[in-house]
C-alpha cells in the first residue's frame, strides 16, 4: 500500500476525535486527499488495522530514536527491539518519507558554544544554521547577536524558502568548509516564517521587538506576515483571569461573538468565564442567531482581538508570558 492508504486507514483505526485533532496539523490539500480516501476505504480487516498501527508505532518510536541521539543510535536501539532487518526498514522508511534534517550534532551542541563559532559569519549563513536548531537555541543566539544584525538575521530565516537554489548552495559551500564536521548532505525544507515566528515567541520582549520594528521599516509586507503569526487567536489560552477581562474592555460585542462561533470549546470557555453571567448570555445568543458564517469573517474578527491583545501587550498594560528572560507576572 502506498503511504495515503495506510494514512487513511490509520486514521480510521484512530476514531474521528484523535483524527480530527491530527487535520488540525496537516495543510488543506492534505485534508482533502486523506478525506477522499478515507471515504473510498470500504472495509479494513482487523490484520491489515494492527498492521498499519504497528508499522506507524515503530516509525514514531524511531523519530524519538533519531531526535534524541541521532541515526546511529536510533539503530542501534531500534535492532535490539525489532531486529536487524526490520530496524533497517523502519529507519529507511522514515528518512525517505520525512528527511531527516541535517546538523543533528549542531542541534545538541550548548548554543553559547555554537554562538562563539558561528557569530562572525556572514548572515546568510547564521540564518541557514538558525534554521535547523531547536527555537530555544535560535533564540539564544539570535538574542546574543549584536543589535544591527538581528533583524538582518530574522528577515533572511523569513525568507529563506524563497531564496534560489544558486544562493543556497553557495552558501553550503562556505557550510562545507568551515562546518566540515558537522554537515551531512541530506535536504530539508528549511526557514520560512514559521521558523522565523517560532523564534522570535521565544527571545525576549525587548530583542523582538527590535527585530520587528527593523523589518517594519525595511520589509513591511514581511513584518505584517511575521506579525499575524506571532500571537494566533487560541493563544489567549496562554493569557490569565485578569488578562482577558483587561481584553475583553476593547473588544466590540459584535466582533467578540463572531469570534468566537469559530473557536473551540476551551477559548470559549475561557472567554465565558470572564465575562458577566448577563453579557455571556447574550453574546450566545447573538452567536445562535447569526446562524452560518464566513471562514474568513471570523478570522478577522478574532485578528481584531489579537491585534488588540498586541496593543495592550506594547503599552505593557498585559504581559504574555514567553522564553528569553521576560519576568513572569505573578
Known amino acids: 500500500m502506498g503511504g495515503l492508504q495506510k494514512a487513511a486507514i490509520l486514521l480510521i483505526a484512530l476514531g474521528p476525535e484523535m483524527s480530527s485533532e491530527i487535520f488540525k496539523h496537516l ?5 482533502e486527499e486523506l478525506t ?12 491489515l488495522k494492527e498492521s498499519v498501527l504497528a508499522e506507524f508505532y515503530d516509525i514514531c518510536l524511531a523519530q524519538q530514536y533519531i531526535a534524541e541521539g541521532g541515526i546511529g543510535y536510533a539503530k542501534e536501539l531500534l535492532e535490539q527491539a525489532l531486529g536487524k532487518e526490520k530496524a533497517i526498514d523502519v529507519i529507511g522508511k522514515l528518512t525517505a518519507s520525512l528527511q531527516v534534517k541535517p546538523f543533528e550534532f549542531v542541534r545538541k551542541t550548548d548554543a553559547s558554544q555554537l554562538l562563539n563559532f558561528i557569530q562572525d ?4 549563513t547564521i540564518a541557514l544554521i538558525l534554521s535547523y536548531l531547536s527555537p530555544n537555541q535560535s ?22 524558502d524563497r531564496t534560489s537554489p544558486d ?17 551531512n548532505q541530506d535536504y530539508t525544507i528549511i526557514g520560512g516564517v ?20 527593523t ?50 470549546e476551551k477559548v470559549q470557555n475561557a472567554i465565558f ?8 448570555s447574550m453574546i450566545r445568543e447573538d452567536m445562535e442567531f447569526m446562524g452560518p458564517v464566513r471562514m474568513k469573517d471570523v478570522e478577522e474578527a478574532q485578528q481584531k482581538i489579537v491585534n488588540i491583545i498586541r496593543k495592550l501587550e506594547d503599552s505593557a498594560e498585559l504581559v504574555i508570558s514567553r522564553g528569553g528572560g521576560d519576568e513572569i507576572i505573578v
Do not use: C, Y
Open 27 to 31: 495543510k488543506e490539500e492534505e485534508i
Open 36 to 47: 477522499l480516501e478515507i471515504a473510498n476505504t470500504r472495509s479494513v480487516t482487523p490484520q
Open 121 to 124: 559569519e556572514h548572515p546568510q
Open 139 to 160: 533564540a539564544l543566539i539570535i538574542s546574543a547577536l549584536p543589535p544591527d544584525r538581528q533583524a538582518d538575521v530574522a528577515k533572511r530565516i523569513a525568507v529563506m
Open 167 to 183: 544562493v543556497i548552495k553557495e552558501v553550503e559551500k562556505v557550510l562545507e568548509s568551515k562546518l566540515s564536521s558537522l554537515v
Open 194 to 213: 514559521d521558523a522565523v515566528v517560532d523564534i522570535l515567541n521565544t527571545v525576549d520582549r525587548g530583542t523582538e521587538k527590535h527585530i520587528m520594528e
Open 215 to 264: 523589518l517594519e521599516i525595511e520589509e513591511p509586507e514581511l513584518a505584517d506576515e511575521i506579525r499575524k503569526k506571532m500571537f494566533v487567536f487560541e493563544d489567549v489560552l496562554l493569557l490569565d483571569d485578569r488578562a482577558i477581562q483587561r481584553v475583553l474592555r476593547d473588544v466590540e460585542n459584535s466582533d467578540l461573538a463572531l469570534a468566537l462561533k469559530g473557536a473551540d
Open 273 to 280: 468565564k470572564n465575562l458577566s453571567s448577563r453579557l455571556a
